[in-house]
């Protein structure tokens, strides 16, 4: 895709979200929605195929968004799993702050929640493949009984990423710090189950979201 068609591309896109949180829905038809933006569904179909598939390419903008930062960073390359992988999640949450109004929008609204988890499915996907391959790289230092399926794993990463978005949506603290401490316990977490001690930091890290659950505003 030339640079050309990517900016047009980013432009539907945004107008998406815009369109979206003007009116306080989605749109409701192409055609709708090209009349309304000015543009002709010509150029939307030259990119998407529907008002669905523009939902799920806002969440990969948003991973690839995240990613293109952290592949300037010099030191991510070499990092350990455990340090990419936090720093992908405070990378990725920085980008989602960028659009919180619209996060918040897609996630929270009326819609129900097959709707919520369908536009998900693209960003799932390339997150499955990132954290898989976090998984592979810390399995290569550990005898073979020892090493853990990247699939299960990569599974179970999604869930945590699924959590933190949730906390950070409902999140009212000074700059997100709570949010911060989620990604930090959780990841410490999920890294010590990985190295098979695992006991000491999931009380810690119950204690935090038992905290956090029942704190008193």
């Not at 990132?130 to 990463?157: C, R, T, V, W």
């Not at 949730?166 to 603290?173: A, G, H, N, P, R």
């Not at 410490?188 to 704190?215: C, I, M, R, Y």
Request: aromatic share 16%; with cysteine.
């Amino acid at each position: 895709m030339s640079q050309k068609e990517e900016k047009e591309k980013l432009a539907i896109i945004t107008a998406f979200m815009n369109y979206t949180l003007e009116n306080d829905h989605f749109p409701k038809s192409v055609f709708k929605f090209c009349k309304d933006s000015g543009m002709d569904e010509k150029s939307f179909y030259k990119f998407f195929g529907s008002l669905e598939g523009v939902k799920g390419t806002i969440w990969e903008t948003f991973y690839d968004n995240a990613m293109s930062l952290l592949e300037k960073d010099e030191n991510f390359e070499g990092a350990k799993p455990k340090e990419k992988l936090l720093s992908f999640y405070f990378t990725f949450f920085e980008v989602l702050l960028l659009n919180r109004s619209y996060v918040l929008f897609a996630l929270s609204g009326s819609n129900n929640m097959m709707m919520k988890m369908g536009q998900l499915s693209s960003l799932r996907k390339m997150f499955k493949a990132f954290s898989a391959e976090l998984i592979e790289d810390g399995n290569i230092d550990k005898p073979s009984y020892l090493q853990h399926p990247p699939k299960i794993f990569s599974e179970a990463a999604w869930v945590q990423l699924g959590f933190l978005m949730k906390f950070w949506i409902e999140d009212s603290s000074a700059d997100f710090e709570k949010t911060d401490q989620a990604i930090e316990k959780s990841v410490q977490t999920a890294f010590d189950v990985f190295d098979n001690t695992p006991l000491s930091a999931l009380v810690d890290f119950g204690k935090f979201l038992w905290k956090e659950k029942f704190a008193v505003s």
